[in-house]
Protein backbone atom coordinates (compact mmCIF):
# COMPACT_ATOMS: atom_id res chain seq x y z
CA UNK A 1 0.00 0.00 0.00
CA UNK A 2 0.89 3.26 -0.85
CA UNK A 3 1.75 5.67 1.74
CA UNK A 4 0.48 9.04 2.27
CA UNK A 5 2.59 12.14 1.65
CA UNK A 6 3.88 13.67 4.66
CA UNK A 7 1.85 17.03 4.23
CA UNK A 8 -1.69 14.21 4.08
CA UNK A 9 -0.68 12.34 6.98
CA UNK A 10 -2.84 12.38 10.43
CA UNK A 11 -0.98 14.12 12.96
CA UNK A 12 0.81 12.15 15.99
CA UNK A 13 -1.98 11.72 19.28
CA UNK A 14 -0.50 13.89 22.24
CA UNK A 15 -1.22 12.37 25.85
CA UNK A 16 -1.50 14.05 28.89
CA UNK A 17 0.66 14.27 31.29
CA UNK A 18 0.23 11.90 34.33
CA UNK A 19 -0.12 15.51 36.69
CA UNK A 20 -2.34 17.10 34.57
CA UNK A 21 -4.91 14.08 35.01
CA UNK A 22 -4.08 14.59 39.00
CA UNK A 23 -4.53 17.95 39.00
CA UNK A 24 -8.02 17.86 37.30
CA UNK A 25 -9.37 15.11 39.54
CA UNK A 26 -8.41 17.50 42.53
CA UNK A 27 -10.22 20.15 40.56
CA UNK A 28 -13.85 18.18 40.84
CA UNK A 29 -12.87 16.71 43.63
CA UNK A 30 -12.80 20.11 45.35
CA UNK A 31 -16.00 21.61 43.41
CA UNK A 32 -18.12 18.53 44.16
CA UNK A 33 -16.88 18.46 47.95
CA UNK A 34 -17.98 22.62 48.15
CA UNK A 35 -21.63 21.96 46.53
CA UNK A 36 -22.03 19.53 48.98
CA UNK A 37 -21.13 22.03 51.76
CA UNK A 38 -23.26 24.87 50.52
CA UNK A 39 -26.38 22.05 49.93
CA UNK A 40 -25.59 21.15 53.41
CA UNK A 41 -25.44 24.94 54.77
CA UNK A 42 -28.58 25.49 52.88
CA UNK A 43 -30.72 22.48 54.85
CA UNK A 44 -29.60 23.42 58.40
CA UNK A 45 -30.74 27.10 57.74
CA UNK A 46 -33.94 25.38 56.39
CA UNK A 47 -34.04 23.19 59.49
CA UNK A 48 -33.45 25.74 61.71
CA UNK A 49 -36.28 27.82 60.36
CA UNK A 50 -38.85 25.17 60.66
CA UNK A 51 -37.09 23.75 64.23
CA UNK A 52 -35.28 25.72 66.41
CA UNK A 53 -32.17 24.66 67.60
CA UNK A 54 -31.92 22.39 70.89
CA UNK A 55 -29.25 23.45 73.07
CA UNK A 56 -27.90 21.33 76.28
CA UNK A 57 -28.13 22.94 79.51
CA UNK A 58 -27.14 21.68 82.52
CA UNK A 59 -28.29 17.99 81.25
CA UNK A 60 -31.47 19.69 79.90
CA UNK A 61 -32.68 20.16 76.61
CA UNK A 62 -34.21 23.43 76.09
CA UNK A 63 -35.85 24.24 73.37
CA UNK A 64 -35.22 28.10 72.08
CA UNK A 65 -38.82 28.98 71.39
CA UNK A 66 -41.03 30.20 73.93
CA UNK A 67 -42.81 27.18 74.43
CA UNK A 68 -42.57 23.55 74.23
CA UNK A 69 -44.84 21.81 72.00
CA UNK A 70 -46.17 18.62 74.27
CA UNK A 71 -48.45 17.28 71.11
CA UNK A 72 -44.97 17.09 68.84
CA UNK A 73 -43.02 16.01 71.68
CA UNK A 74 -45.29 12.96 72.51
CA UNK A 75 -45.39 12.00 69.15
CA UNK A 76 -41.83 11.51 68.26
CA UNK A 77 -40.39 8.13 68.80
CA UNK A 78 -37.51 8.79 70.61
CA UNK A 79 -39.01 11.13 73.06
CA UNK A 80 -39.52 9.99 76.88
CA UNK A 81 -43.11 11.15 76.80
CA UNK A 82 -43.70 9.02 73.97
CA UNK A 83 -42.35 5.83 75.96
CA UNK A 84 -43.95 6.81 78.90
CA UNK A 85 -47.80 7.45 77.37
CA UNK A 86 -46.76 4.09 75.16
CA UNK A 87 -46.24 2.17 78.24
CA UNK A 88 -49.28 4.05 80.29
CA UNK A 89 -51.86 2.49 77.38
CA UNK A 90 -50.16 -0.87 78.23
CA UNK A 91 -50.55 -0.62 81.95
CA UNK A 92 -54.17 0.36 81.53
CA UNK A 93 -54.95 -2.75 79.71
CA UNK A 94 -53.62 -4.46 82.44
CA UNK A 95 -55.76 -2.91 84.61
CA UNK A 96 -59.00 -3.95 83.03
CA UNK A 97 -57.46 -7.77 82.99
CA UNK A 98 -56.26 -8.01 86.74
CA UNK A 99 -59.57 -6.31 88.01
CA UNK A 100 -61.22 -9.37 85.91
CA UNK A 101 -58.79 -11.58 87.62
CA UNK A 102 -59.40 -10.21 91.60
CA UNK A 103 -55.80 -9.23 91.42
CA UNK A 104 -56.73 -5.97 92.87
CA UNK A 105 -53.23 -5.27 94.03
CA UNK A 106 -51.28 -5.16 91.18
CA UNK A 107 -54.15 -3.40 89.79
CA UNK A 108 -53.37 -0.34 92.22
CA UNK A 109 -49.86 -0.49 91.80
CA UNK A 110 -50.21 -0.12 88.04
CA UNK A 111 -52.82 2.55 88.88
CA UNK A 112 -49.98 3.89 91.05
CA UNK A 113 -47.36 4.38 88.37
CA UNK A 114 -49.74 5.74 85.77
CA UNK A 115 -50.59 8.60 88.19
CA UNK A 116 -46.82 9.51 88.68
CA UNK A 117 -46.24 9.59 85.23
CA UNK A 118 -49.62 12.08 84.24
CA UNK A 119 -47.56 14.07 87.12
CA UNK A 120 -44.38 14.02 85.30
CA UNK A 121 -45.98 14.76 82.30
CA UNK A 122 -47.98 17.43 83.26
CA UNK A 123 -45.01 18.53 85.51
CA UNK A 124 -42.83 18.71 81.75
CA UNK A 125 -45.72 20.63 80.03
CA UNK A 126 -46.35 23.48 82.89
CA UNK A 127 -42.17 24.34 82.56
CA UNK A 128 -42.24 24.55 78.87
CA UNK A 129 -39.51 21.63 78.60
CA UNK A 130 -39.04 17.87 77.74
CA UNK A 131 -38.41 15.86 80.74
CA UNK A 132 -34.89 14.49 81.05
CA UNK A 133 -33.56 11.63 81.68
CA UNK A 134 -32.80 11.15 85.13
CA UNK A 135 -36.60 11.87 85.74
CA UNK A 136 -38.05 9.35 83.49
CA UNK A 137 -35.86 6.23 83.61
CA UNK A 138 -36.89 5.63 86.99
CA UNK A 139 -40.72 5.42 86.05
CA UNK A 140 -39.99 3.61 82.41
CA UNK A 141 -38.01 0.75 84.74
CA UNK A 142 -40.47 0.67 87.50
CA UNK A 143 -43.34 0.45 85.03
CA UNK A 144 -41.78 -1.93 82.84
CA UNK A 145 -41.41 -4.15 85.63
CA UNK A 146 -44.92 -4.26 86.59
CA UNK A 147 -46.09 -5.04 83.40
CA UNK A 148 -43.59 -7.54 83.17
CA UNK A 149 -44.87 -9.38 86.30
CA UNK A 150 -48.43 -8.61 84.98
CA UNK A 151 -47.42 -11.10 81.94
CA UNK A 152 -45.86 -13.80 84.49
CA UNK A 153 -49.37 -13.30 86.14
CA UNK A 154 -50.80 -15.29 82.66
CA UNK A 155 -51.57 -12.11 81.17
CA UNK A 156 -50.61 -13.21 77.82
CA UNK A 157 -51.37 -11.08 74.33
CA UNK A 158 -53.55 -13.86 73.57
CA UNK A 159 -56.22 -12.90 76.14
CA UNK A 160 -55.09 -9.32 76.36
CA UNK A 161 -56.23 -9.27 72.29
CA UNK A 162 -59.57 -11.17 73.68
CA UNK A 163 -60.20 -8.88 76.50
CA UNK A 164 -59.97 -5.86 75.08
CA UNK A 165 -61.95 -7.07 72.10
CA UNK A 166 -64.66 -7.38 74.44
CA UNK A 167 -64.56 -3.83 75.84
CA UNK A 168 -63.86 -2.30 72.39
CA UNK A 169 -67.59 -3.77 71.65
CA UNK A 170 -68.93 -2.58 75.12
CA UNK A 171 -68.08 0.76 74.42
CA UNK A 172 -69.44 0.91 70.84
CA UNK A 173 -72.42 -0.28 72.05
CA UNK A 174 -72.73 2.38 74.83
CA UNK A 175 -71.62 4.72 72.07
CA UNK A 176 -74.82 3.99 69.71
CA UNK A 177 -76.89 4.43 72.49
CA UNK A 178 -75.32 8.02 73.17
CA UNK A 179 -75.82 8.86 69.58
CA UNK A 180 -78.89 8.01 69.51
CA UNK A 181 -80.10 9.96 72.87
CA UNK A 182 -78.20 12.98 71.31
CA UNK A 183 -80.30 12.84 68.30
CA UNK A 184 -83.40 12.42 70.07
CA UNK A 185 -82.35 14.97 72.69
CA UNK A 186 -81.18 17.51 70.08
CA UNK A 187 -84.44 17.13 68.07
CA UNK A 188 -86.40 17.72 71.35
CA UNK A 189 -84.66 20.56 72.36
CA UNK A 190 -85.31 21.92 68.36
CA UNK A 191 -89.31 21.73 68.98
CA UNK A 192 -89.01 23.16 72.42
CA UNK A 193 -89.91 26.97 73.00
CA UNK A 194 -87.76 28.73 74.78
CA UNK A 195 -88.56 29.96 78.85
CA UNK A 196 -88.28 33.44 77.36
CA UNK A 197 -90.72 33.27 74.25
CA UNK A 198 -92.93 31.16 76.34
CA UNK A 199 -92.93 34.13 78.39
CA UNK A 200 -94.30 36.96 75.67
CA UNK A 201 -96.64 34.55 74.78
CA UNK A 202 -97.98 34.53 77.94
CA UNK A 203 -98.11 38.60 78.56
CA UNK A 204 -99.88 38.87 75.23
CA UNK A 205 -102.52 36.28 75.88
CA UNK A 206 -103.14 38.20 79.22
CA UNK A 207 -103.10 41.46 77.17
CA UNK A 208 -105.60 39.53 74.75
CA UNK A 209 -107.96 38.60 77.44
CA UNK A 210 -108.35 42.34 78.91
CA UNK A 211 -107.93 44.49 75.83
CA UNK A 212 -111.15 44.68 74.34
CA UNK A 213 -110.00 46.71 71.56
CA UNK A 214 -107.94 44.06 70.26
CA UNK A 215 -111.23 42.22 69.25
CA UNK A 216 -112.67 45.72 67.39
CA UNK A 217 -109.51 45.76 65.45
CA UNK A 218 -109.74 41.60 64.98
CA UNK A 219 -113.05 41.81 63.58
CA UNK A 220 -112.47 44.91 61.23
CA UNK A 221 -109.69 42.66 59.75
CA UNK A 222 -111.44 39.79 59.31
CA UNK A 223 -114.26 41.54 57.11
CA UNK A 224 -111.60 43.38 54.67
CA UNK A 225 -111.64 42.84 51.12
CA UNK A 226 -108.21 42.56 51.20
CA UNK A 227 -108.65 39.38 51.95
CA UNK A 228 -109.69 38.47 48.91
CA UNK A 229 -108.25 40.99 46.44
CA UNK A 230 -106.37 38.73 43.64
CA UNK A 231 -104.97 42.04 43.04
CA UNK A 232 -102.37 41.99 45.83
CA UNK A 233 -100.17 39.65 47.03
CA UNK A 234 -100.36 37.20 49.49
CA UNK A 235 -98.78 34.99 51.57
CA UNK A 236 -99.44 32.13 54.04
CA UNK A 237 -97.56 30.95 57.07
CA UNK A 238 -98.89 28.25 59.21
CA UNK A 239 -97.27 28.15 62.76
CA UNK A 240 -97.63 27.88 66.53
CA UNK A 241 -94.25 29.95 66.78
CA UNK A 242 -94.99 33.52 67.58
CA UNK A 243 -91.44 35.08 67.20
CA UNK A 244 -90.79 33.11 64.46
CA UNK A 245 -93.75 34.07 62.05
CA UNK A 246 -92.89 37.82 63.00
CA UNK A 247 -89.40 37.62 61.79
CA UNK A 248 -90.98 35.97 58.34
CA UNK A 249 -93.48 38.92 58.29
CA UNK A 250 -90.99 41.50 59.35
CA UNK A 251 -88.43 40.44 56.58
CA UNK A 252 -90.72 40.22 54.21
CA UNK A 253 -91.88 43.82 54.61
CA UNK A 254 -88.65 44.73 54.82
CA UNK A 255 -87.64 44.16 51.55
CA UNK A 256 -90.28 44.92 49.24
CA UNK A 257 -91.03 48.58 48.05
CA UNK A 258 -94.82 48.43 48.26
CA UNK A 259 -95.72 46.80 51.90
CA UNK A 260 -99.12 48.03 51.61
CA UNK A 261 -99.95 45.71 48.92
CA UNK A 262 -99.09 42.50 51.01
CA UNK A 263 -101.31 40.57 52.67
CA UNK A 264 -100.62 37.90 55.47
CA UNK A 265 -102.30 34.88 56.05
CA UNK A 266 -101.30 33.00 59.10
CA UNK A 267 -103.07 30.10 60.52
CA UNK A 268 -101.84 29.37 64.19
CA UNK A 269 -103.35 27.18 66.94
CA UNK A 270 -106.05 27.76 69.82
CA UNK A 271 -102.95 28.26 72.69
CA UNK A 272 -101.00 30.08 70.69
CA UNK A 273 -104.47 32.37 68.83
CA UNK A 274 -104.55 34.92 71.28
CA UNK A 275 -101.14 35.67 71.41
CA UNK A 276 -100.71 35.90 67.85
CA UNK A 277 -103.41 37.87 67.35
CA UNK A 278 -102.58 40.45 70.28
CA UNK A 279 -99.05 40.76 68.40
CA UNK A 280 -99.91 41.29 64.88
CA UNK A 281 -102.90 43.89 65.81
CA UNK A 282 -100.94 45.78 68.16
CA UNK A 283 -97.72 46.26 66.05
CA UNK A 284 -96.93 48.72 63.23
CA UNK A 285 -96.07 46.29 59.74
CA UNK A 286 -96.41 49.22 57.17
CA UNK A 287 -99.63 49.11 56.40
CA UNK A 288 -99.86 45.54 55.61
CA UNK A 289 -102.50 43.49 56.26
CA UNK A 290 -102.73 40.30 58.17
CA UNK A 291 -104.93 37.96 58.94
CA UNK A 292 -104.79 35.42 61.70
CA UNK A 293 -106.58 31.95 62.07
CA UNK A 294 -106.96 28.71 64.15
CA UNK A 295 -107.15 25.48 62.87
CA UNK A 296 -109.58 24.56 65.00
CA UNK A 297 -112.19 26.71 63.03
CA UNK A 298 -111.80 24.43 59.70
CA UNK A 299 -114.71 21.97 60.82
CA UNK A 300 -114.78 20.85 57.18
CA UNK A 301 -111.34 19.26 58.14
CA UNK A 302 -112.19 16.47 59.40
CA UNK A 303 -111.86 12.62 59.73
CA UNK A 304 -114.53 11.54 57.50
CA UNK A 305 -112.82 14.19 54.56
CA UNK A 306 -108.85 14.12 55.53
CA UNK A 307 -107.10 10.99 55.28
CA UNK A 308 -104.18 13.04 57.31
CA UNK A 309 -106.79 13.76 60.29
CA UNK A 310 -107.80 10.31 60.40
CA UNK A 311 -104.50 9.13 61.11
CA UNK A 312 -103.35 12.33 63.48
CA UNK A 313 -106.11 10.98 65.68
CA UNK A 314 -105.65 7.35 65.78
CA UNK A 315 -104.36 6.11 69.50
CA UNK A 316 -101.52 4.00 68.21
CA UNK A 317 -100.33 6.61 65.65
CA UNK A 318 -100.18 9.46 68.81
CA UNK A 319 -98.25 6.69 71.08
CA UNK A 320 -96.03 6.49 68.59
CA UNK A 321 -94.78 9.99 69.82
CA UNK A 322 -95.76 9.74 73.20
CA UNK A 323 -94.26 6.39 74.14
CA UNK A 324 -91.96 6.51 71.83
CA UNK A 325 -90.75 3.61 68.84
CA UNK A 326 -89.83 0.60 69.86
CA UNK A 327 -87.26 0.37 66.55
CA UNK A 328 -83.80 1.64 67.05
CA UNK A 329 -83.01 1.61 63.17
CA UNK A 330 -85.83 4.79 62.85
CA UNK A 331 -84.20 8.21 62.54
CA UNK A 332 -85.11 10.39 65.24
CA UNK A 333 -86.27 12.87 62.90
CA UNK A 334 -88.94 10.76 62.08
CA UNK A 335 -89.88 10.77 65.72
CA UNK A 336 -90.67 14.56 65.87
CA UNK A 337 -93.98 15.48 68.04
CA UNK A 338 -94.55 18.35 64.88
CA UNK A 339 -95.59 15.53 62.80
CA UNK A 340 -99.10 15.41 65.35
CA UNK A 341 -99.94 19.06 64.48
CA UNK A 342 -102.16 19.44 61.55
CA UNK A 343 -100.72 22.73 60.93
CA UNK A 344 -98.05 20.83 59.20
CA UNK A 345 -100.45 19.07 56.82
CA UNK A 346 -102.47 22.75 56.29
CA UNK A 347 -100.12 23.30 53.61
CA UNK A 348 -101.98 20.99 51.17
CA UNK A 349 -105.09 22.52 51.91
CA UNK A 350 -104.14 25.78 51.03
CA UNK A 351 -107.25 25.84 47.72
CA UNK A 352 -110.12 24.71 50.73
CA UNK A 353 -108.69 27.62 53.06
CA UNK A 354 -108.79 30.48 50.79
CA UNK A 355 -111.11 29.91 48.44
CA UNK A 356 -111.25 32.81 46.55
CA UNK A 357 -107.35 33.27 46.12
CA UNK A 358 -105.79 32.28 42.42
CA UNK A 359 -102.04 32.61 43.75
CA UNK A 360 -99.88 33.02 46.54
CA UNK A 361 -96.56 32.31 48.02
CA UNK A 362 -96.22 29.22 50.94
CA UNK A 363 -93.72 30.79 53.52
CA UNK A 364 -92.09 28.15 56.59
CA UNK A 365 -92.16 30.15 59.93
CA UNK A 366 -87.76 29.41 59.74
CA UNK A 367 -87.47 31.44 56.81
CA UNK A 368 -86.17 34.66 56.42
CA UNK A 369 -86.49 37.10 53.28
CA UNK A 370 -83.69 39.24 51.95
CA UNK A 371 -85.33 40.24 48.65
CA UNK A 372 -88.52 41.28 47.44
CA UNK A 373 -90.82 38.51 46.72
CA UNK A 374 -93.51 40.31 44.31
CA UNK A 375 -91.78 39.18 41.03
CA UNK A 376 -93.12 35.38 41.95
CA UNK A 377 -96.65 36.34 41.38
CA UNK A 378 -95.58 37.43 37.82
CA UNK A 379 -93.70 34.12 37.10
CA UNK A 380 -95.49 31.87 34.20
CA UNK A 381 -95.67 28.45 35.86
CA UNK A 382 -96.78 27.15 32.07
CA UNK A 383 -99.86 25.65 33.70
CA UNK A 384 -98.39 23.93 36.96
CA UNK A 385 -99.49 24.04 40.32
CA UNK A 386 -96.14 24.21 41.97
CA UNK A 387 -93.01 26.05 42.03
CA UNK A 388 -89.73 25.42 43.92
CA UNK A 389 -86.53 24.89 44.16
CA UNK A 390 -84.94 21.44 43.01
CA UNK A 391 -82.49 19.71 45.84
CA UNK A 392 -81.06 17.06 43.68
CA UNK A 393 -77.87 18.58 43.64
CA UNK A 394 -77.17 15.87 45.85
CA UNK A 395 -77.44 11.94 45.19
CA UNK A 396 -80.22 11.99 48.80
CA UNK A 397 -82.53 14.07 47.50
CA UNK A 398 -83.77 12.00 44.67
CA UNK A 399 -87.05 10.09 44.86
CA UNK A 400 -85.64 6.88 45.56
CA UNK A 401 -84.24 7.96 48.83
CA UNK A 402 -87.37 9.32 50.01
CA UNK A 403 -89.61 6.10 49.09
CA UNK A 404 -89.52 2.14 49.18
CA UNK A 405 -89.59 1.48 45.37
CA UNK A 406 -89.94 -1.96 46.18
CA UNK A 407 -93.49 -1.22 46.21
CA UNK A 408 -94.82 -1.87 42.60
CA UNK A 409 -97.71 1.06 43.26
CA UNK A 410 -94.36 3.44 42.93
CA UNK A 411 -92.07 2.07 41.00
CA UNK A 412 -94.51 1.76 38.23
CA UNK A 413 -95.53 4.89 38.41
CA UNK A 414 -92.44 7.18 39.40
CA UNK A 415 -88.66 7.77 38.26
CA UNK A 416 -86.76 6.61 41.45
CA UNK A 417 -84.06 9.00 40.05
CA UNK A 418 -86.29 12.23 39.92
CA UNK A 419 -85.57 15.54 41.19
CA UNK A 420 -86.60 16.42 44.99
CA UNK A 421 -87.42 19.70 45.84
CA UNK A 422 -88.12 21.75 48.90
CA UNK A 423 -91.16 22.94 50.83
CA UNK A 424 -90.25 26.40 52.55
CA UNK A 425 -90.51 28.64 49.82
CA UNK A 426 -93.71 27.40 46.84
CA UNK A 427 -95.31 29.50 44.75
CA UNK A 428 -98.66 28.10 44.26
CA UNK A 429 -101.27 28.47 40.96
CA UNK A 430 -104.74 27.65 42.95
CA UNK A 431 -106.57 27.45 40.06
CA UNK A 432 -104.46 25.02 38.47
CA UNK A 433 -104.47 23.58 41.75
CA UNK A 434 -107.99 22.78 41.89
CA UNK A 435 -108.38 22.04 38.03
CA UNK A 436 -106.07 19.25 38.77
CA UNK A 437 -107.97 18.11 41.75
CA UNK A 438 -104.04 18.19 43.54
CA UNK A 439 -105.81 17.71 47.21
CA UNK A 440 -107.90 14.72 45.93
CA UNK A 441 -104.02 13.06 44.37
CA UNK A 442 -102.53 13.82 48.14
CA UNK A 443 -105.57 12.11 49.92
CA UNK A 444 -105.00 9.33 47.49
CA UNK A 445 -101.53 8.52 48.08
CA UNK A 446 -102.19 9.15 52.18
CA UNK A 447 -104.67 6.27 51.57
CA UNK A 448 -102.26 4.12 49.95
CA UNK A 449 -99.43 4.66 52.61
CA UNK A 450 -101.83 4.14 55.48
CA UNK A 451 -99.58 1.13 56.58
CA UNK A 452 -96.27 3.40 56.12
CA UNK A 453 -95.38 0.99 53.33
CA UNK A 454 -94.25 3.65 50.53
CA UNK A 455 -92.28 5.96 53.08
CA UNK A 456 -91.90 6.94 56.69
CA UNK A 457 -93.51 10.32 58.08
CA UNK A 458 -93.52 14.11 57.08
CA UNK A 459 -94.84 16.34 54.53
CA UNK A 460 -92.17 16.03 51.82
CA UNK A 461 -92.70 12.91 50.73
CA UNK A 462 -96.31 13.13 50.24
CA UNK A 463 -95.73 16.38 48.70
CA UNK A 464 -93.62 15.08 45.85
CA UNK A 465 -96.05 12.17 44.95
CA UNK A 466 -99.12 15.01 44.92
CA UNK A 467 -96.93 17.81 42.48
CA UNK A 468 -95.07 14.94 40.56
CA UNK A 469 -95.39 16.39 36.99
CA UNK A 470 -96.87 19.44 38.17
CA UNK A 471 -93.63 21.36 39.68
CA UNK A 472 -92.05 24.04 38.03
CA UNK A 473 -87.97 24.45 39.56
CA UNK A 474 -87.12 27.78 40.33
CA UNK A 475 -83.57 29.82 40.03
CA UNK A 476 -81.45 28.09 43.64
CA UNK A 477 -81.16 31.55 44.58
CA UNK A 478 -84.79 31.89 45.28
CA UNK A 479 -84.51 29.49 48.10
CA UNK A 480 -80.81 28.78 50.03
CA UNK A 481 -81.76 25.68 52.91
CA UNK A 482 -79.69 24.17 54.86
CA UNK A 483 -79.03 27.07 57.60
CA UNK A 484 -80.37 25.31 60.49
CA UNK A 485 -77.28 22.23 60.06
CA UNK A 486 -74.51 23.23 57.67
CA UNK A 487 -71.86 25.72 59.25
CA UNK A 488 -70.12 26.05 55.62
CA UNK A 489 -73.11 27.87 53.32
CA UNK A 490 -70.80 29.72 51.53
CA UNK A 491 -71.49 33.48 51.98
CA UNK A 492 -71.70 34.54 48.62
CA UNK A 493 -74.70 31.99 48.18
CA UNK A 494 -76.55 33.94 51.70
CA UNK A 495 -75.76 37.06 50.26
CA UNK A 496 -77.16 36.55 47.27
CA UNK A 497 -80.42 34.40 48.16
CA UNK A 498 -84.24 35.93 48.12
CA UNK A 499 -85.17 33.59 51.08
CA UNK A 500 -82.54 31.75 53.36
CA UNK A 501 -83.86 28.72 54.99
CA UNK A 502 -83.20 27.26 58.99
CA UNK A 503 -84.27 23.91 58.05
CA UNK A 504 -82.73 21.31 60.66
CA UNK A 505 -82.63 21.37 64.54
CA UNK A 506 -80.20 24.36 65.12
CA UNK A 507 -82.77 27.68 64.67
CA UNK A 508 -81.86 30.64 65.25
CA UNK A 509 -84.22 31.63 68.10
CA UNK A 510 -82.29 28.06 70.23
CA UNK A 511 -78.99 29.02 71.89
CA UNK A 512 -77.40 26.24 70.63
CA UNK A 513 -78.19 27.73 67.10
CA UNK A 514 -75.48 28.54 64.16
CA UNK A 515 -74.12 31.57 65.88
CA UNK A 516 -72.75 32.68 62.14
CA UNK A 517 -76.27 33.14 60.83
CA UNK A 518 -77.87 33.97 63.90
CA UNK A 519 -77.44 37.70 62.77
CA UNK A 520 -79.31 37.00 59.87
CA UNK A 521 -82.86 36.24 62.20
CA UNK A 522 -82.40 38.47 64.73
CA UNK A 523 -82.62 41.69 62.86
CA UNK A 524 -86.14 41.29 62.36
CA UNK A 525 -87.00 40.61 65.17
CA UNK A 526 -88.05 43.70 67.50
CA UNK A 527 -85.56 43.27 70.22
CA UNK A 528 -87.05 46.73 71.77
CA UNK A 529 -90.96 45.64 72.31
CA UNK A 530 -91.30 45.77 75.83
CA UNK A 531 -92.26 42.64 76.45
CA UNK A 532 -88.94 40.66 75.08
CA UNK A 533 -86.98 43.17 76.88
CA UNK A 534 -88.61 42.51 80.53
CA UNK A 535 -88.34 38.66 79.38
CA UNK A 536 -85.20 38.24 78.81
CA UNK A 537 -84.20 40.79 81.71
CA UNK A 538 -86.18 38.52 83.71
Not at 65 to 83: F, H, W
Not at 512 to 525: D, M, S
Request: one cysteine or more.
Amino acid sequence: MRRRAADFRRPPRRRFSVWIWVLLGLLLFCTAGFILLVLKQNQEYQDLAQHPTLVRNGGTLQSAQNRLNLTKETTTSNSYARQLLDQMTLAKAYIVIAKEHNNHHLAWELASKIRSCQFLLSKAAMRDSPMTQNEAEPLIKSLSTLIFKAQDAHYDIATTIMTMKSHIQALEERANVATVQSAFFGQLAAESVPKNLHCVNVKLLASWLTMKKLHEVTNEIKNSPRLVDNNLYHFCVFSDNLLAVSAVVNSTISNTDHPKQLVFHIVTNEPNYGAMQAWFVSNDFKGSTIEVQKVEDFTWLNASYSPIVKKLTETDFQGYYVEGSKDLNNEPKFENPKYLSLLNHLRFYIPEIYPHLEKVVFLDDDVIVQKDLTPLFSLDLHGNVNGAVETCLEAFHRFYKYFNFTNPVLSSKFDPQACGWAFGLNVFDLVAWRNANVTDVYHYWQEQNSDGSLWKLGTLPAGLLAFYGRTVPLDRRWHVLGLGYDVNIDNRLIESAAVVHFNGNLKPWLKFGIGRYKPLWERYVNQTHPYLVDCVTN
